[in-house]
């Protein structure tokens, strides 16, 4: 069960669009549309953003948008805000009823 | 509201044991899966385990397979994590997190996401 892979860190100004990387393999990202993205303020208790690849909870934005291409799901942040600025996990059902996480990716708003 | 509440963190000694709660409120908790996740020091999200909304199934990662168990007691919404064999390794906040469990005809599908998260406990493992 090895972690997906995230860039550690991704940065942007305010209002610019970044998009965060998910790699996986055929065994879970590639196989599975159950991936779902996690905004990590230090401190507080992680939360939900994305799910299925690409739907949203209520309650969260519109600039967040996921999708995915073969083992690569990916998170989409349009309109950079200050207070977007946390750590993203990717997280990724596999074939051994399991969930897997990615490293972490630190967004920065510059 | 819906919430999640983890408790029985603490420090112990490498090779013992120790029990994490997690009480549940605002929701019917036998409709949802459950599972624990972790973060060590300076690490990223680690997932932990599952248990079926019944109770019926239990799976595990590889890094505690064999050394911890997940329960739980719907009757008093409780969501538990009996830890042994502790290792320097499992120092981490350990959270208890909803599965977005959905129901079809009657049957429930799981994995869907982690959609609802306690604030975590601390566990240190070290001499």
């Not at chain 1, 507080?44 to 948008?65: C, D, H, Q, W």
């Not at chain 1, 996921?66 to 083992?71: P, Y």
């Not at chain 2, 019944?54 to 590889?62: K, R, S, V």
Request: glycine share 10%; net charge neutral.
């Amino acid at each position: 069960q090895s972690a997906l892979t995230q860039p550690a860190s991704v940065s942007g100004s305010p209002g610019q669009s970044i998009t965060i990387s998910c790699t996986g393999t055929s065994s879970d990202v590639g196989s599975s549309n159950l991936v779902s993205w996690y905004q990590h303020h230090p401190g507080k208790a992680p939360k939900l953003m994305i799910y299925e690849v690409t739907k949203r909870p209520s309650g969260v934005s519109n600039r967040f948008s996921g999708s995915k291409s073969g083992n690569t799901a990916s998170l989409t942040i349009s309109g950079l805000q200050a207070e977007d600025e946390a750590d993203y996990y990717c997280c990724s059902y596999a074939s051994i009823s399991a969930l897997i996480f990615g490293g972490g990716t630190k967004v920065t708003v510059l | 509201q819906v919430q999640l509440v983890e408790s029985g963190g603490g420090v112990v000694q490498p090779g013992r044991s120790l029990r994490l709660t997690c009480a549940v409120s605002g929701f019917t908790s036998n409709t949802y899966a459950m599972h624990w996740v972790r973060q060590a020091p300076g690490k990223g999200l680690e997932w932990v385990a599952v248990i079926w909304h019944d109770g019926t199934e239990q799976h595990y990662a590889d890094s505690v397979k064999g050394r911890f168990t997940i329960s739980r007691d719907n009757s008093s919404d409780a969501l538990y994590l009996q830890m042994n064999s502790l290792r320097a390794e499992d120092t981490a906040i350990y959270y208890c997190a909803r599965d977005k469990s959905v129901w079809v005809f009657g049957v429930p599908y799981f994995y869907y996401g982690l959609d609802v998260w306690g604030q975590g406990t601390t566990v240190t493992v070290s001499s």
